[in-house]
């Protein structure tokens, strides 16, 4: 489990250390489900990130709540998302993440350099097939008795909770793995 040993332990990185907080806000958040909803979690959850939010409230989502709650990959839900959310689909994949973590992995530069060893450009990840082709594997993988292994040491190290995905245990250590060493 050498990835394990890669992620900073509870209470030395901020943003790590914020993950279940603002998991648990945006669970409350969802109680009305409109599109004001949707913005605030949106910009809550891009205060998260290092890129400010321009969320265009234009674009129309069909069907936004109900294809998150059933996970949809489908590319006439991501497109018209991601291109609301800073046409970017690892904003997107994010916002999709808070609102459903059981079954949304997060996508961004850190988990493409984690699978691939390859930099990370814009034009590499910045990619709904690359999105999709991620969120299948991830959701299979995280089924497999090798990923509920790892939840398991991640949530015996405290790094976890209980409340946690498998799906984030795998995403998070990819994101470790993927880190540019300084």
């Not at 409350?28 to 400010?52: C, F, K, N, Q």
């Not at 489908?74 to 999709?96: T, Y």
């Not at 089924?143 to 209980?162: H, M, P, W």
């Amino acid at each position: 489990m050498e990835v394990v040993a890669r992620i900073p332990a509870p209470g030395t990185d901020p943003t790590l250390d914020s993950y279940p907080v603002l998991l648990e806000f945006v669970s409350r958040a969802t109680s009305v489900r409109d599109e004001v909803s949707l913005m605030g979690i949106a910009h809550t959850i891009y205060g998260w990130m290092p890129t400010m939010l321009a969320f265009d409230d234009r674009v129309d989502i069909p069907g936004f709540w109900a294809n998150t709650e059933a996970g949809s990959l489908d590319l006439a839900f991501l497109e018209p998302l991601k291109k609301a959310v800073n046409n970017s689909i690892v904003g997107a994949s994010k916002v999709l993440h808070f609102l459903n973590p059981e079954v949304y992995a997060i996508w961004d530069s850190r988990v493409f350099r984690g699978i691939t060893a390859l930099p990370g450009y814009d034009s590499q990840v910045n990619r709904i097939d690359r999105f999709v082709e991620y969120s299948q594997w991830i959701r299979v993988f995280s089924d497999s008795e090798g990923a509920r292994t790892l939840r398991n040491a991640l949530v015996d190290r405290a790094i976890l909770t209980e409340k946690m995905s498998t799906l984030r245990a795998v995403e998070l250590c990819l994101f470790c793995k993927g880190a540019r060493s300084e």
